[in-house]
Each structure stands twice: as C-alpha cells, then as structure tokens.
C-alpha cells in the first residue's frame, strides 16, 4: 500500500493542470483542489473566474490541499491558462457537431501521461451551469466524455475533475495496491486440512464413515469458493485439531460419545 | 452516445445499496445522491445519521437527485443497513490488521455486479471525520481502497462514492461510449490524398519534381500521426483540388507564375 517514487511519472503527474473555465462556487473549487492532491496533481488555473467567487468556501472544501488553492494560476481567458500547453483536453458532457470525438478518461489517460512526460497538457473543465462553450471548445486538440446515465449526464464539477484524475493516476501506476502477505495455499498443505477436518468430523460423529467421503465433496467445495491463504488453512487446522481433542474428552465423560 | 437498455445489467446496479454510517454533513449526502444517479445506482440508507445533519444542504446538493434523498432508508446500526444483502464491501483509506486483504475499486466491480445479478450489494462508507470503525468493518465481507497519493489519503465521502459507482457504471458496460461516425480512410483512399498533394505542391512551386518524393515523405509522415477519417480525408482533397485552381488561376496573371 506504497506509493511508488517514480521521478518520470511523478514529473508527468506535475505536467498536468486543471484548468476550470468560468467557475462560479468558490466550493467546488475547493473540492477540485482536494481531488487533485488525492490523485497527485497540483497544477490549477482559474480562467474567467466569477468576480464573486467565494474563497472562503474554496479554503474550507479544499481541507488540506489549501497550498493547490494558494498557487493556482488566474487568468482571465481560456487561451492564456492553455498557452504553454501541447494537448488541450476539453471535458464535455453533451452530443453535438463540435463533439463527436471525444474519448473517455481511461482511454484517453495514456496520451496524456505520454505527452506529460516532455510537455505541459490541460484539462479543462466548464462552468457548473452551462459547460464549455463552442468557442472554447476550439480551444481543446481533444475531447473527453466521462461515461453517465442518460437519466442524468450533468456531473458536479468537482466529480468530473475527480474522475479524470483518477483515471491519471491509476494509469500512472504510481500507486502499489494491497498485498496479502500470506500467499495462496498450494494444494498439498490444503489436502492435510482436508483429511485433518475428515478426521475431526468423524470423531465428533457430524459423519459415518462410509457416508464420509460424500460429506467431504461439500466441505472442499465451500473452502474453495474463494481463495485460500496459508495463514486461513493454519486457522482452520486449527479448528480442526481443538475439535479432535474436545471430541477425546467427551468420550471419556459420563453421557459422552464413548460412554 | 446512448445508454444500452440491457435489462439484467440495469437491475444489477439497482441491486447496489449505497450505505454511508455516520454521516455529518448533509452537503456531501446530497453530492453522494448526484453520483448515485450520475452512475444508474438509486438505493441509499443512511446508517446513524448525526441528528445535527443539515437536509436542507443535502436536497440543494443533489440537484436533479432529490428522490434518491426522499426513497433513502435511514437505519440505527449498520446491521440493519445490510442484513439484506449478500456482499457488504466497506471503504477503507487506512492499513492495518483489519484492512490487509483489500481490493481497488475497478478489481472488484465486476464481483459485486455478478452477485447483484440475483442478490442485494451494499457499499459502505465511514463518517467524513474517522472513516469506519473496527467494528463496522467487521460486517464487511470485502473491503476497497481508493487508489490514493501518499501526499494526501482522505477523500471528501462523495468524491469516494463517486469514484465506487463510476467503475460500477464502466463495468456494467451500460455505456456506449461516442463513436466516429466516419470510418477510418483505407490505404487506397489516402493513397489519393497525397497524389492530389503532391501534385498541388509542385504546382504551387513549394517543391521541385527532383525533391518531390523526399518531400512528400513529411507530407505522409504528418498525416499519418493520427488516425484519419473518411471525412478528414475528403477535407484534405478539398484543400489540395481548391489549392490546384488558385494555382492555375495564377498562371494566367501577370507577375503569376507561369508568366
């Protein structure tokens, strides 16, 4: 559950600004700014700001990515914020002449780490009410559409930056998933289990001998419907061999199996 | 760009229930209800809701996303949030003896939607402050950790939900992402293209017949950098047949080029 310290993904992950065209609730700026340090980035321009953003909401959504919020970039057009960068990705959430080729996030998230890797690249996102206009969308060398229900395709803006990122940053592999630690069992240790927990069954009485080989077919089944580590077949010899000893003392009690 | 109407995938993303135990702030329960109906999902219970949570935040949140917050069961105990369902799959940001044998979000979509093909799912997650307790995690069958930076783990809850359901939607294949319209153009087709080229540029005087072909090497070297469409094609030809008659119109001058 290591990050991985890459230097060249790491630098590509820094070549990528987010760019929210016209925003309007200092909030979700806030929360783009959370959603990049979750996934890496740090880079944020604000193009066309609305004059009565609230940066208080933005300092409060943004909880501890408030540096993202302090550095940001303002510009006052769409083609300053983008000037510096070699591929421009519009997020879109509509149909129509100018958007017929637009990819989805994970799809397009290898070209944008590529490119990140030498040049600067933008994503670049809308206001909350209305998305890109057609002008500004000339503005993007690509389009990406995250994928929606048609019941309701509008995202919350800092959803959709959350999602792009996401997809960046899984497809930069910077992040090594959980490991168990104990390997899965190999088909020896579990053959001891099962003639360990044959053994015990009988000895408890739950089976007859010649009904036992029948009951064991149901027993391997559900201890292999998912996988088994070394540490859970040790468990369950465990069970088994307490189960043995506990099945020795009742024989010798009075009422007991062997009384 | 359409949703596909596949009846067995839609009732396995009604089968997923969101569960968030502890919620504090009726803001992010109203963003959750958007992403739930972002990604087709509409089943949410709300496990020991603080009585201070403001419902008021929640419905302005969820926008479009009211009735999800109206249809939503609230439970004392997540106990009875999930003793309907058949897999209960806890979020968890944090390692430790309870969290080792966790999975990414996009590893396990696909067994949570086999089993919410015939049985009830439930996806949980923690209070905005702690996250869940040992306890809670205890009625999980499975846990997911968000892939995350090292720099900055905790994500805001609807941003965590959101991330859950998208990979849910992008599994149930419920999306039929854009396509182009256009096929891409066959050799023959582009073959075309750069003979009209070729010829245009040596009417045009912008090389001569001994530097044609070397020429036209960073001609098709260009044009081969993406894929080009029938469509794209069709432009290209356009611009050299028009580029031939300015030519020709040219010859005819005085001070033209052919005078």
Redesign the interface.
């Known amino acids: ?3 991985s310290c890459d230097p060249v993904k790491t630098r590509a992950l820094n070549n990528i600004r987010i760019v929210l065209v016209r925003p309007i609730y200092g ?1 979700n700026v806030g ?1 783009v700014c ?2 990049m ?4 980035l740090s880079d944020l321009a604000l193009a066309g700001a609305a004059p009565s953003i609230d940066f208080q909401d933005a300092r409060k ?1 943004a ?3 408030g540096s993202i919020l302090e550095q940001r970039r303002d510009t006052a057009t769409l083609a300053e914020a983008v000037s510096d960068c070699a591929v421009v990705m519009g997020a879109t959430a509509r ?1 129509g002449l100018y ?6 996030p ?2 397009c998230a290898p070209r944008i780490l590529e490119t990140a890797q030498t040049g600067k690249v933008a994503l670049v996102f809308g206001p909350e009410d209305n998305g890109l206009s057609n002008e500004e969308l000339e503005f993007c060398t690509h389009l990406v ?12 803006l ?2 959709a930056v ?2 792009c990122a ?1 997809e960046l ?2 497809a930069s592999e ?2 090594v ?2 490991q ?2 104990s390997p899965e069992a190999p088909s020896a240790m579990k053959e001891r289990l099962f003639a360990m927990w044959e053994q015990a069954l009988l000895e408890i009485g739950f089976m007859e001998d010649d009904k036992a080989q029948h009951m064991m077919l149901g027993v391997r089944r559900i201890f292999s419907r998912g996988q088994l580590t070394e540490d859970d077949v040790r468990i369950l010899m465990g069970i088994a061999r307490q189960t043995r000893w506990c099945a020795t003392q009742a024989q010798g009690r009075p009422g007991g199996q062997g009384s």
Chains 1, 2 share one sequence.
């Open positions: 559950m290591e990050s909030g929360s959370r959603a340090a979750n996934m890496g959504m909880c501890w990515a149909l958007r017929q080729h637009s990819q989805s994970r799809a559409q995250i994928p929606s229900s048609d019941n309701y395709r509008s995202l919350n800092s959803h959350m999602i996401y940053f899984v910077l992040f998933p959980a168990e630690k």
